[in-house]
């Protein structure tokens, strides 16, 4: 299905514009042609009471009405005299005309009786050459008048107005008279307006909208690829507002990486001032004689330290200094599969044909090693399997351990929170390594996610986005 709203600030301004310039152009063209039908019923009406007018006058000064002639010819655009109305009750009555003739022929001074007027359609068969601006057209055609360069095509009658006044002597005098209709010059002219508004306004907001969205679209990507201390400061360009806001990002971004440059300082006098007192401590435990309580305290100081190193890998992980490069994932794994099999685990891969990705080989190690240690720990062997799925790859670890409770899996993933019963303290670790290890996998782009087998034991699932 076609996306009918932009996703963009300059597109859905354009449409918002354009949309509301349609309706005002149509309410426009609605107001102008309805003011446009008003004016030609005026015009037919205007043409009528004038007619009646003359006719009267020359009825008066004792002019003959009527010539001689062919009957066609001399009823044409003449009164029609009756002793009753012409106009039928299912007539349309324009009760404003009424008045307009009945004032027109006051000023006059005409005397009547009753005044009505009505549109139709059609002409009545009553009234058949008893119509004034029905040769209109047929003289803008005509030779004479094309031969002085008039090109205009005439407007199409529409209807007729039919105007009949009732005398003192109780005799009805009527007139039609013809309604011109829509002229294509109307319709050609609003047409071109239109365009002409579209194109005025749209073209200045349409550059004006680049000079907008261009220096916003490069804050978006700055700010989507953002890494403090390594990023330039962006230039700032637009209107003042979006300087401003170019202008305070750049702030932020300093102050961030001033902050994070301290935190670095900080983590790096603690790693070294906890290092030191712990090497001090593992030379001072060799001197134990007990070999048991000696391997006990070793354990120990291992732990710390390894615990320590999680912590600190975990605090700098959005400021490694390594660049992502193109890696074989399967190399990769197959090295730390090696390593766990040098020290006696059950892992079961097939290594596959070559697949490269663009990570920070390093920290990817470091993250596999973590869910195969996690695996290799509470499982007696461990099946890794390598999957691909559009642009995605993804490393399932699976293990034959006891899994977990599903309403703990997501907190697996908290610092230091450990499942109880079998995953507790005495398996060791620092109960860092499923939050470093999707902390690696999210800093990729990717993710981790674990979930109970149905026949056992838990997967550990590390995937990745291929670039």
Avoid: C
């Amino acid at each position: 299905m076609m996306r009918l709203w932009p996703n963009n600030l300059v597109g859905q301004l354009l449409l918002v514009v354009a949309l509301i310039m349609l309706l005002a152009q149509g309410l426009n063209g609605f107001l102008l042609y309805r003011g446009m039908q008003t004016q030609n019923l005026i015009e037919a009406s205007t043409a009528a009471v004038s007619r009646i007018a003359f006719g009267l006058e020359r009825e008066a000064s004792t002019r003959p009405l009527v010539e001689r002639g062919p009957p066609r010819r001399r009823q044409r655009g003449h009164l029609k005299f009756t002793t009753e109305t012409v106009i039928s009750p299912d007539m349309n009555r324009l009760s404003e005309l009424e008045v307009r003739a009945e004032q027109a022929l006051t000023n006059m001074g005409f005397t009547f009786s009753e005044i009505e007027a009505v549109s139709v359609r059609q002409l009545p068969a009553a009234m058949e050459g008893y119509v004034v601006g029905a040769n209109r057209g047929r003289w803008r055609n005509s030779s004479i008048n094309r031969s002085m360069g008039s090109r205009r095509q005439p407007p199409q009658t529409r209807g007729f107005v039919i105007l009949s006044i009732q005398r003192p002597n109780g005799q009805w005098v009527s007139i039609a008279s013809a309604v011109r209709g829509r002229s294509p010059i109307f319709i050609r002219t609003l047409v071109f307006q239109t365009i002409t508004i579209f194109l005025l306004l749209l073209i200045p907001l349409i550059l004006f909208g680049r000079y907008i969205s261009r220096p916003l679209k490069s804050l978006t990507v700055r700010a989507q690829s953002f890494q403090p201390g390594v990023n330039e400061a962006l230039e700032e360009r637009g209107p003042p507002d979006t300087r401003d806001l170019i202008r305070a990002f750049n702030d932020m971004s300093s102050r961030v990486s001033t902050m994070l440059d301290e935190k670095d300082v900080m983590l790096g006098a603690i790693g070294h001032d906890l290092r030191t007192p712990l090497a001090a401590l593992r030379i001072r435990v060799e001197n134990v004689e007990d070999d048991s309580e000696r391997d006990r305290m070793i354990a120990g100081i291992e732990d710390m330290d390894q615990t320590l190193d999680d912590i600190l890998s975990l605090a700098r992980l959005g400021r490694s200094q390594e660049q992502s490069e193109p890696t074989d994932i399967r190399s990769l794994i197959e090295t730390v599969v090696d390593e766990y099999k040098d020290m006696g685990h059950d892992i079961s891969y097939q290594r596959g044909a070559r697949q490269p990705a663009h990570i920070r080989a390093t920290l990817i190690r470091r993250a596999l090693r973590n869910l195969i240690g996690n695996a290799a720990k509470y499982g007696t062997s461990v099946d890794i399997i390598v999957d691909k799925s559009d642009d995605r790859l993804m490393i399932h670890v699976d293990d034959d351990g006891p899994g977990i409770a599903p309403d703990k899996i997501e907190a697996m993933f908290e610092p230091f929170v450990r499942a109880e019963e079998s995953r507790n303290r005495a398996t060791g670790g620092s109960g860092l390594g499923l939050t470093l290890a999707r902390a690696i996998a999210r800093d990729h782009g990717g993710d981790v996610m674990l979930e109970n087998r149905e026949g056992g034991g838990l997967r550990a699932s590390l995937i990745l986005p291929i670039r």
